[in-house]
């Protein structure tokens, strides 16, 4: 006789239901950019020499059509961080500032007072920032390199009264070639060899820990000058850098200083450093401890610069072309 066995619902082998997986979205697209050539022997520096604990911080002061019809618009009030040359004036820290032309017309007086500082020198940005080589960070590709970079020559000098002998690529994306070219208009091309990654970058502390991490002697560090929203949290990363360089008992100069191509000047009395309890995380521990955004941001904003702003430059000031 054949038994059948009949269990209990509980103990059956039951086929669990399918789970609904939702797809993950798709990762965010990454602007791709072909990189300048590690080392071009024509005149392209990414640092001076490592044995002199002088570093130079640099700021690009971009300026495309897109954001000149942003501030003519209103969208964008100002493509002039002003607090980043407050601080770098009330710490007396040299600078090299890479101005495009285009952002030299429409802040004239600016560029002639950065021109008349003697903290800072003035280098060539190409005329509205349009990339050499592409793709390059979403730029657009220049239509005449010798044009971008002889306009930019002009137009800076027509600011400032002198013309610029550096010379810095759009997006730091060029090859032999584009170097060769800036050579031959009597040009020198400057990179660096730390990228602070303060374009779009909404952290300051973060700003500050990934120079800090790269910094050695005799780097050239990129950074920006336009401020907006572009590059909101330049200023109160420079702070922490200014700081954090100067506890690992790193100097500050010109991108000419940095290379031996013009003397040291020596240094002036800056305002009092940050307390120690607060740059610890930044000193020279090679940033392994966490950093503390918050203590950081509240001392930045202890001893930040109480003079009165001047209005934002406006586009009136802009040439009629």
Known sequence: MLAVLFLPLSAQAVTPARKLVRPLPPPPPVLATVDHPPADAVGAFDNGPRENPLVALTFDADMTPGMLAQLRSGHVLSWYNQE?????DAERVPATIFLTGLWAQV???????????????I????????????????????????????RAQDEIEAATGLRPSLFRFPGDCYDRSDAAL?????????????????????????????????????????????????????????RMIIQGARARGLAFGTVSQVLGRTPVKPPAAATAPVPGLVLGPLRAQKLETPVNAGELLAAYRLRRLSAPRSPAWRLSKLPVQ
């Open 123 to 150: 280098g060539n940005h190409s005329y509205d920032h349009a990339a050499f080589r592409t793709p390059c960070y979403g730029l657009g590709a220049a239509a005449d390199r010798t044009a971008e970079i002889q």
């Open 182 to 238: 800036a050579r031959e208009l009597g040009l020198t091309v400057i990179s660096g060899d730390v990228r602070s990654g303060d374009a779009f970058n909404s952290s300051a502390p973060a700003i500050a820990a990934v120079v800090l991490r790269n910094l050695r002697p005799g780097s050239i560090v990129l950074m920006h000058l336009h401020g907006g929203p572009n590059a909101p949290m330049t200023a109160p990363a420079l």
């Open 84 to 88: 980043v040359r407050e601080i770098l």
């Open 107 to 121: 802040y004239p007086e600016v560029a002639r007072s950065l021109a008349r500082d003697e903290l800072f020198e």
